[in-house]
């Protein structure tokens, strides 16, 4: 294996994710057995422009793949948006003899990390830590696995008492701009109804969908809105809808919020973090850059940073179909 590179340099950006911690490990771990070094860098971009770098070896990360968050800490820099700060973030690597680096965030940390890369040839690969999976390029996203385990024992909860008192619950689920969460702990949570940004319902078909729903027997309901979902302004618009066209529903809303990103990461994310982390560091070993390294068909490939950017990903159309029939 061609070995140019002596130390590598590994950091988490964005939101923090349930795996992180378990990536951040792989990385270290597989430094070391590659006898390279590695330093972690604290608090994202921010901390890579102020140099606070900190050596880590084997023993450093003991201990942590069984927690959520991240060891590093995350933090959002608009400096690093600059052309000067990233000439400031490239001045601290040379000075600490750092020739590679490992970004584990989303699309806006890749993005930091390609433009890094373009202006001064340094060599960067990604790993995707994000729970709403919406990274083109891989099947899962570390931190997704775990975000869904979360939800579904949170709707698990919240339908014993919508049971209980003959409530209909819409719950919130993170997903900006897609739908996998909503999507697949709908399914997985017997949900009503799942609302996602890519299929528009429409308000008269959802509270069509409930009136047959207690035509057929059912005495409470749940909804799963994912947060992006376009048909109200919000979801609190949609319970003031429901509430005036349907009689015989008391009508709640629970929002999951940042309950959904933290936790111990399962042991999917704990198995995908440590093939994730492995692969990243061996790539840049390889004098391989620009890449994020992702899971497709259940193996580790490597897809390039600007495909994995600008790609979409899309929603799975057989799980449609199979929330539709779950749901009669």
Excluded: W
């Amino acid at each position: 294996m061609p070995n140019k590179i002596k130390k590598i340099g590994v950091l988490t950006s964005g939101g923090d994710s349930p795996g992180m911690n378990a990536a951040i490990r792989s990385v270290v771990r597989t430094c070391a057995y590659h006898d390279i070094e590695c330093v972690g860098i604290y608090r994202g971009y921010e901390g890579l422009m102020e140099g606070d770098f900190k050596a880590m070896d084997a023993r450093s990360v003991k201990g942590i793949i069984n927690k959520g968050g991240t060891i590093l800490k995350s933090a959002r820099s608009k400096e690093f948006r600059t052309k000067e700060g990233r000439q400031q973030a490239y001045n601290k690597l040379i000075e600490a003899n750092v020739g590679g680096l490992v970004i584990i965030g989303g699309d806006g940390s890749f993005t930091g990390g390609l433009i890094f890369n373009q202006e001064f040839d340094f060599p960067v690969m990604g790993i995707p830590g994000t729970i709403d999976n919406d990274i083109f390029g891989t099947s899962h996203t570390l931190g997704f696995d775990t975000a869904l385990n979360t939800v579904v024992d949170a709707i698990d909860k919240i339908r014993d008492t919508a049971s209980s008192h003959n409530r209909l619950f819409f719950i919130e689920v993170m997903g900006r701009d897609v739908g996998h969460i909503a999507l697949n702990t709908g399914i997985a949570g017997g949900a009503e109804e799942i609302l996602i940004p890519e299929e528009d319902l429409g308000l008269d078909r959802l509270v069509e969908s409930l009136n047959k729903s207690r035509k057929s027997g059912k005495t409470s309901s749940i909804v799963i809105v994912a947060e992006g979902d376009k048909i109200g302004k919000n979801i609190f618009e949609l319970k003031d809808y429901v509430d005036e066209n349907m009689e015989g529903y008391d009508v709640r809303v629970s929002v999951l919020g940042h309950m959904q990103r933290g936790g111990a990461p399962s042991c999917f994310d704990r198995v995908l973090a440590s093939r994730m982390g492995v692969k990243a560091v061996e790539s840049l070993l390889e004098s391989k850059t620009n890449y994020m390294v992702g899971l497709l068909n259940n193996k580790i490939e490597l897809t390039p940073l600007d495909n994995a950017i600008k790609g979409k990903t899309k929603i799975n159309l057989e799980l449609l179909r199979v929330s539709d029939i779950m749901s009669t």
